[in-house]
């Protein structure tokens, strides 16, 4: 069974900068897209940013220009930098690989807050 183990979230003041990982726990074969969803308390997860196997990359519209999604498919790993975070970024980030077959995994995932 494959695990995926995400890092790297916490605490950080408005304006400042955030480095999620997530890895899976064995290498996964034929995988499409990776990617970081988030939810918040009281709202629907929503699309952080996922990224294709030619490295193409869509944003959601609330993180567009201060978040960059990155993977090493040898390493079978997914990075989300975040950058100039706001309140709003509040919430739990999950990683998630979709394979070519459609099948889909899912991390535990990791709080992130925002707040000074």
């Known amino acids: 069974q494959v695990q995926l183990v995400e890092s790297g979230g916490g605490l950080v003041q408005p304006g400042g900068s955030l480095t999620l990982s997530c890895a899976a726990s064995?290498?996964?074969?034929?995988?499409?897209?990776m990617g970081w969803y988030r939810q918040a308390p009281g709202k629907q997860r929503e699309l952080v940013a996922i990224i294709n196997r030619s490295g193409s990359t869509n944003y959601g519209d609330s993180v567009k220009g201060r978040f960059t999604i990155s993977r090493d498919d040898a390493k079978t790993s997914v990075d989300l930098q975040m950058n100039s975070l706001k309140p709003e970024d509040k919430a739990v980030y999950c990683c998630s690989v979709t394979l070519s077959s459609h099948r889909m995994y899912w991390g535990q995932g990791t709080q992130v807050t925002v707040s000074s």
């Open positions: 064995r290498s996964i074969l034929g995988i499409d897209t």
